[in-house]
Nanobody
Framework: QLQLVESGGGLVQPGGSLRLSCAAS??????????MGWYRQAPGKQRELVAT???????NYADSVKGRFTISRDNAKNTVSLQMNSLKPEDTAVYYC?????????WGQGTQVTVSS
């Protein structure tokens, strides 16, 4: 019912910035009713929460990204974004967009972020 497509990943030097976007689509979906989040998974590691934003636009962040990353949503455009500043090599991972409503959870295909000099 809901499709999520991430974009904006790439290669960036330490200290640089990237902005990830996630576009939601689907017949009859009401985007504003979905809680949204960004997760990431590095090779050999568990998928971890990066940031979430509720239907009321409340946010929370992993301690490792707090102060550097900002999650936002644009309900008019059915998008959620992750602004990533002061990137570190340890931020390297595949970043996934997540949507949750009721009993259902949806994931995007992921976008690779590589932080390296």
């Amino acid at each position: 019912q809901l499709q999520l497509v991430e974009s904006g990943g790439g290669l960036v030097q330490p200290g640089g910035s990237l902005r990830l976007s996630c576009a939601a689509s689907g017949t009859g979906i009401i985007f504003s009713r979905y809680a949204m989040g960004w997760y990431r998974q590095a090779p050999g590691k568990q998928r971890e929460l990066v940031a979430t934003i509720t239907t009321g636009a409340s946010t929370n962040y992993a301690d490792s990204v707090k102060g550097r990353f900002t999650i936002s949503r644009d309900n008019a455009k059915n998008t959620v974004s992750l602004q990533m500043n002061s990137l570190k090599p340890e931020d390297t991972a595949v970043y996934y967009c997540n949507a949750e409503i009721g009993y259902r959870e949806y994931w995007g295909q992921g976008t690779q972020v590589t932080v390296s000099s």
